[in-house]
């Protein structure tokens, strides 16, 4: 992306701000960013970051935008888009992050078709997310080089060539952060009953779950060959395992509440 491209972002909760965040951290000057909220606290947080901000596209007038960012809630979109596409120039993408919100449903609201749709997730917020991205098929190599960029500040990027899988996605790594934040959770709980001293029982479920994961990824064999390592037979682990590899144990929830996350995402996106 040329550092001189105009980024308009619409929106600034969580995800935009990391966004911002992510952008201003691998070099790219703040008055190349502009943000729309009319929440007055987020324009707040967007002056501290030296972005220029408004409530309205008239209080961030500039040439017209590269890229536009849709970090609204789904519900704001039929607002959003018409009075968003003027904002656009000729060859603009529109990256939308609104969860569920369908390349046909982005694309009939723009009255264009450069649209990519990208589901990140959470841990974004310390460069350390995922985003899968999808693209409409008016969207050239450069856009999509120009998405990949963006997204590729705040994590791990993964292009999918059917949106029918986003759903999936977004139930594997949109919701997934939220089944970890679980496990940690429920290991800290376990710790306590067991006696544990509540601090410690935090520090320990913490680094287990983060060193597991940090492990994991940085293997050259996949997780049940980890698993395998790790498990001394009729030994300490062996016993857990017995009782979470059981029938309907932790194979069948997880993939039942996988399975439950996509098809409520499938559900609302056909809102």
């Not at 040439?63 to 603009?92: F, M, S």
């Not at 460069?127 to 899968?132: C, H, L, M, P």
């Not at 059981?246 to 993939?255: C, F, I, Q």
Request: glycine share 10%; proline share 4%; with cysteine.
């Amino acid at each position: 992306m040329s550092a001189k491209q105009q980024i308009l972002l619409i929106g600034f909760g969580n995800m935009g701000q990391a966004l911002v965040r992510g952008w201003l951290a691998k070099g790219r000057a703040a008055a190349t960013i502009r943000v729309v909220d009319p929440v007055p606290t987020a324009r707040a947080v967007a002056a501290q970051l030296g972005v220029s901000a408004g409530a309205d596209f008239g209080e961030v007038a500039g040439a017209r935008a590269a890229v536009i960012v849709l970090a609204v809630k789904p519900t704001q979109l039929a607002t959003v888009l018409p009075a968003c596409a003027g904002q656009a120039a000729p060859d603009a993408v529109f990256l939308s992050i609104a969860a569920g919100k369908t390349l046909a449903a982005l694309t009939a609201g723009l009255g264009r078709a450069a649209v990519v749709r990208a589901m990140p997730n959470t841990p974004a917020a310390i460069g350390e997310g995922i985003t899968a991205l999808v693209a409409s098929p008016a969207v050239n190599a450069a856009q999509r080089a120009l998405c990949t960029e963006l997204l590729a500040a705040v994590g791990s990027v993964a292009w999918v060539d059917d949106e029918r899988h986003m759903d999936a996605v977004t139930a594997v790594s949109g919701s997934g952060p939220a089944y970890v934040f679980l496990l940690i959770e429920c290991l800290e709980q376990a710790g306590r009953d067991l006696g544990l001293d509540a601090a410690l029982a935090k520090q320990l479920a913490l680094a287990t779950v983060a060193g597991a994961g940090a492990y994991a990824a940085a293997a050259d064999v996949g997780p049940a060959e980890l698993r395998r390592r790790v498990t001394s037979p009729n030994g300490t682990t062996q016993a857990a395992l017995d009782v979470l590899m059981a029938e309907s144990g932790m194979r069948d929830l997880l993939a039942r509440a996988v399975r439950a996350a996509a098809d409520r995402s499938r559900d609302l996106s056909q809102a």
